[in-house]
């Protein structure tokens, strides 16, 4: 689309960047878009690569390429990633995501993600989100391994998000917290929202911002000052069952953000199953993985 030098006018002081460019260029069509391409690198302000949220001053360059086939699927490429398909029809797929592996392309991280990996394994992808996430229609943590419905068509791409939205996908996970959980099951009623002072993070909070946040729990098995316990997410917030865990005092166990990543060596969080209406079919299908043998190893030792 071309290259743009813009300069700030005193009255667009203190605009956050994302806002800035969305008002500044017709060629930016969205507050969404302005946002993907400083988070790609796109966007330097005198020179450097900052957030969307930074405050733009006075007189500050701000220099803007817009690449011609940005946020289409030619933007990501297809990379030959192995992949663990669980379970795989002509409307959507199952995928066992590996620790460590990004769902879909964001900043700092543009190369090896699920994503890629989709696009060398099937042509066939939903495109309902940005082209930049073609057949995702729910995430995982980079750390949480575990079970992740991917649409092939846009029709079963929005029959599957309406569901996640209602409420009605049935999710299991499995994790190993630190110390040992006092009651059998329960539930964690504690609404989540945007973390003061860390980028990125979540936090419990009870005002206005926060966003209803609820979890129910069955202990599985306690022994040497943890506990294998199954989490039941009723809502589906960035990081719930992480901050949820924490905000017990059983931080899962290998946790950078909300516990001690030196405590275990990974995050020891997996989505071990997962049950929905099928889009096309309408009947219920649920799928389920065996609980990782180094979450059974560990707390049998």
């Known amino acids: 689309m071309g290259q743009f030098i813009l300069k700030v006018r005193s009255e667009q002081a203190s605009q956050r960047l994302d806002v800035f460019l969305c008002q500044s260029l017709e060629e930016i069509p969205s507050r969404t878009f302005a946002k993907k391409l400083i ?38 490429s297809p990379e030959d990633i192995p992949l663990d398909v669980f379970y795989e029809d002509e409307f959507l797929l199952v995928i066992n995501k590996s620790i460590g592996m990004v769902v879909h392309p964001a900043s700092g991280c543009y190369h090896g993600t699920l994503v890629n990996a989709l696009l060398h394994y099937s042509v066939n ?59 059998e099951e329960g539930v964690i009623d504690a609404p989540l929202g945007k973390h003061p002072q860390s980028f990125g993070k979540r936090k419990v909070k009870f005002d206005d911002s926060a966003k209803e946040a609820v979890t129910y729990y069955k202990v599985i098995k306690r022994a040497h000052n943890m506990t294998l316990v199954s989490f039941f997410p009723k809502t589906g917030r960035t990081h719930q069952l992480r901050v949820h865990s924490a905000y017990i005092k059983h931080p899962i166990l290998g946790d950078d953000k909300y516990g001690n990543k030196r405590s275990y060596g990974r995050l020891a969080l997996h989505a071990q199953s997962i049950g929905f209406s099928h889009p096309r079919t ?12 180094e979450f059974l190893s560990t707390i049998q030792q």
């Open 39 to 76: 988070d790609f690198g796109h966007v330097r302000v005198n020179e450097k690569v900052l957030k969307p949220n930074y405050k733009v001053n006075p007189q500050e360059e701000v220099h803007v390429e817009i690449p011609p086939d940005f946020l289409t699927e030619q933007y990501v």
């Open 125 to 183: 992808l939903s495109h309902v989100n940005e082209e930049i996430r073609p057949g995702i229609v729910h995430r995982l943590d980079k750390e949480t391994s575990g079970l992740i419905i991917v649409a092939k068509d846009n029709i079963t791409h929005t029959r599957l998000a309406k569901q996640f939205q209602r409420r009605l996908v049935k999710k299991k996970y499995v994790a190993l917290v630190e110390g040992e959980i006092e009651f």
């Open 282 to 293: 309408k009947k219920y299908i649920e799928f389920s993985t065996r609980t990782p043998p």
